[in-house]
């Protein structure tokens, strides 16, 4: 297949990436807190700022029982799900369908006040990688998401303030098999996932404010967007 002018640097973000979120958060370097904790899911974030801007890297670990990490990617990467279960989003469209796995999205958020509203323009990405650990398990799944320009929308020339993001979704199965000469069930799944993501708001925004959204919004949409999938599922064959 013809490469297309993404696929490099694609291929490359997505191998840093993939390696960032397996590592535990003790290896990832030193400085990460827990700021948020709702029984499975454990958030970290450590305080960065690049130009007096906050740009606080953010892990985040959940462990959800039920679904399997395709089906955790598949509604994380599909445009048609995305307003369902990402509340801060105002609009979004697809600007490039570079392949089935690869696309150019446009998003804006609703403004947070008194910060001016933001908007994010980047390329997302859906791949099935080899369970290194065991090679008869689920595979593993990951969506990376990378800020990139479009010709047609160049940064700050409207209303909002451009963000520039990477966000690393990385998931991995566990099939705990179920008894002899019984079926396998969702009962019998559970999935490890690690979200790993960088904003820079773009603009200034006061650090007060940016890390208390920081600290309201990402709880609220990680345990959203799981339990969003789970009731997307339930009565749904499993997706492995
Ligand atoms: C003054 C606020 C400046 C920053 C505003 C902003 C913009 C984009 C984003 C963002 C953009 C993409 C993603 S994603 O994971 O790729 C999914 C696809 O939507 C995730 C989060 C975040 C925030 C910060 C609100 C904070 C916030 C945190 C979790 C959810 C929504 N908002």
Redesign the pocket.
Known sequence: AIQHRLWPEIEKTVQIQVSMAKMGIGECGSGWQLFAEDGEMKMYRREEEVDGMVVDPLKAVHIVKGITGHEVCHH?FNPQY?YDW????EH?TVLETISEDTLV?L?T?K??WP??Q???L?W?HIRKLPNEKDRDGPDIWT?V?NSTDHPDYPPNNGKC?R?F?T?C?LCQTTVDPPKEGTSLTRDNLSCKIT?C?V?N??GW?PAS??RA??K???P??LKRFTAYVKNQTKNKPIMF
Request: aromatic content about 18%; proline content about 2%; glycine content about 4%.
């Open positions: 994380f995305r990402e509340t801060t989003l979004m999205f998003q958020h403004r947070i910060a001016s933001r908007d994010g980047f997302s969506v998401n303030v963000v993001l966000v979704l979200y993501s904003v708001p773009g925004a404010v940016l959204v920081y309201r919004e990402y609220k949409f």
